[in-house]
């Protein structure tokens, strides 16, 4: 028999023979993640501050309070503080996070924000960037890092939400079969852009789905739903969301692809806490804190806007009419780095960035993954089939 005292110092010794024997594993607060790149594609979700260098205007909002307001720093970012690429960079021990790509001089040693606000996968955004130019951006930058380093390095995307608000606004009257085809030019152009990032080394990928677009505090003032959400743009959303994990799968699937993966079910972690926000401590989730309109939702920071500032921003899911409050990016980017399969599959961020680099995964992404684990979970009275993620 082996009493606890003895596993506890097998497993001891296991510990450190494993960190002596592989030298770019570094123990931090207790965890041991390896000190790789972090690299963000996508929109002003993920945006550190690239905008600015794009703009005519040299003072946008977001470099303004109360940009930043919980951390006296508005520098760029849409959030009342750190964004969710914030949180991760911290979780991977990454210091100070991860710069703006188009920012001179900045050091890129633990990688960089692609992202940039207004970016869509199709058109041509005005003052942003395409994902495509982004990854071509990369592609002129990519001597920076080694291969070995970028093949074990996190990539995470978060782009559309610009090309589906644009469509519904442009096409108001489109029926199933035009929201179909356009979903499916998207969702090709997204699929591409990935392959292109896999062409050039990337490896190991965190995408993340659209939030339910109907409900931001922007389209509900806009389409006038009061504290509804606008359904047409959750159905697109959904459409979008549906396409993502089977592309992913079929990159993954291939022999020898060293393709790895996991989907976040953004959509679902907001319309939880849009549908019970006082459950996750959000007293208001159907209107922004900073902003002005029946949902609170134009002009945060712009300076011929008189903008109605909230009392308590950690009370709102939305610091503006598009995104989230520090409060809940921190919750968002906890989700992504270690939750469970109801919201993050078929892995954790965390053990994306453990998994053996180059080698191919052996779970993909299921379709239902949610209520599969539901049904193992035993039913209680105080489990209404709900999940707490
Ligand atoms: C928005 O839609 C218009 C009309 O379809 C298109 O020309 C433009 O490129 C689109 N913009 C973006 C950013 O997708
Ligand atoms: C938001 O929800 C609250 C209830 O939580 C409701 O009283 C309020 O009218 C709603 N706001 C809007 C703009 O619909």
Redesign the pocket.
Known sequence: MVGKCDLVSVLGAILVLTIFHNPIIVVYAGEGVPEVALFTFGDSYYDAGNKVFLSTNKNPPQTKWPFGKSRDDPNGKFSDGHIVPDFIGDFMSIPNGIPPALKPGVDLSRGASFAVADA?I????AESMTLNQQVNRFRSMKSTWTDDYIEKSLFMIYIGT??YL?FTK?NPTADASAQQAFVVSVTNRLKNDIGLLYSLGASKFMVQMLAPLGCLPISRQEYKTGNECYEPLNNLAKQHNEKIGPILNEFAKKPNSGFQFTVFDFYNAIIRRTQRHLNYRFYVANSSCCGVGTHNAYGCGMGNVHSKLCEYQRAYLFFDGRHNTEKAQEEIAHLIYGADPNVIQPMTVRELIVYPAGVNMLEFWEPNKKNSIRRRRPASVFNFGLSAY
């Open positions: 869509s199709l058109g041509a955004p610009e090309d644009n442009n």
